[in-house]
């Protein structure tokens, strides 16, 4: 697993750069294509060499001096010419779409002086702007909060001024701008198992609560109740936490209740404390399946007598993990230790 941590200023670089890449280039392509096939209504726009060719043979026309052909720009605009020469916009980049949209010989026409022009001429310089702070020049990934919000609007402006306010990438930018999690497959897996864990912790409280009421253990209903309404995260520790207090609430009440006042006709190692403590926890560790602890539990227990009733409780649990040889050996070696003990039968 990695141990980066992205900080909040380098998320916030990320879908800024997100905005520019995917949505801004994406309104520029749709105003592209449209302002084209109004000048071309019989050439429509549709992706392909014959655009790209038709394109660039106005470009070539010696009257034109485009900087596409003139040998002193040649390397610097190669990527541009060869962009335009495949004629499919959705790989054309910020610098093709601006290029194609403000300096195109092709697309004279549409450099009129009208309202919509000026439009369309601020919005793509605000776009080359805020792609250059973000991509061109940028020193680092990441961006402050103040300077995020300063150039996500003049993003979300630009692509107003582009296409219309009501246009779903419009929408789209502004979600993204509000967006606060770096969502990832993992991300998504990982609160799928947390989801998971909760409807385990679920039905575990359940099964508890029907075995309290098993044993007329009376519990809070504050207890009981599941936190459905919060957060998963929150969720499970509150479940977790109510399941921890009311075991050991059954505990106590194994504790109290378990031959506290045993029949004078009883052994007296029956009445002991001890005897009562060691059936009780063991008992409840091995329901709880915490072999582990009851094994170090058992150990405690010193003395012959005492001895063998550990042993006993170890055999049990031995067998409840089917482990029915070691069961055996540990009960056979309990029968000298019967004979010994003093306060047995």
């Known amino acids: 697993m990695s141990s980066n941590i992205y900080t909040k200023d380098e998320l916030r670089y990320f879908r800024l750069a ?82 194609a949209l403000l300096y195109a010989h092709s697309l004279n026409r549409i450099r009129n002086g009208s309202q919509h022009w000026i439009r369309v001429k601020k919005a793509v310089h605000k776009i080359k702007e805020v792609r250059n702070t973000v991509l061109s020049h940028a020193c680092k990934a990441s961006i402050s909060h103040r300077t995020f919000r ?27 701008r509000s967006e606060t999690e770096f969502v990832t497959d993992d991300l998504v897996k990982f609160k799928e198992l947390l989801h998971q864990d909760y409807q385990s912790l679920v039905v575990l409280d359940r099964h508890l609560e029907k075995l309290e009421c098993k044993m007329k253990v009376s519990v809070d209903k504050c207890e009981t109740k599941h936190a459905s309404t919060s957060a998963e995260t929150t969720g499970n520790s509150e479940i977790i936490s109510k399941v921890c207090r009311r075991v050991d609430k059954l505990e106590q009440e194994l ?26 926890v063991s008992n409840s560790m091995s329901y709880n399946f915490r072999w582990k602890e009851l094994d170090k539990f058992l150990q405690e227990f010193v ?10 409780q170890s055999a049990v649990a031995l067998s409840h993990q089917s482990k029915k040889d070691e069961s055996f050996e540990i009960l056979n070696s309990l029968i000298p230790k019967a004979f010994l003990a003093n306060q047995y039968g």
Not at 79 to 85: E, G, M, T
Not at 150 to 161: D, H, K
Not at 259 to 280: A, E, T
């Open 255 to 280: 504790s109290s209740s378990v031959d506290l006042m045993p029949s004078k006709s009883k052994p007296s190692i029956f009445h002991s404390g001890k005897y009562i403590r060691l059936v009780n």
């Open 18 to 99: 997100k905005g520019v890449i995917n949505y801004s280039t994406e309104a520029l392509r749709q105003v592209f294509k449209q302002e084209w096939n109004y000048v071309y209504p019989a050439t429509p726009w549709r992706n392909d060499g014959t655009n790209g060719s038709q394109m660039l043979a106005d470009e070539r026309l010696p009257s034109r001096c485009s900087r596409l052909y003139d040998p002193k720009f040649a390397k610097e605009y190669q990527a541009i010419k060869d962009h335009l020469s495949h004629g499919d916009v959705e790989e054309w980049d910020v610098t093709t779409l601006a290029f």
């Open 150 to 176: 300063r150039t996500f609007s003049t993003l979300e402006l630009a692509l107003s001024n582009l296409v219309t306010t009501s246009d779903p990438l419009v929408a789209k930018l502004k979600v993204l």
């Open 303 to 312: 003395g012959v007598d005492i001895q063998m009733f550990a042993g006993i």
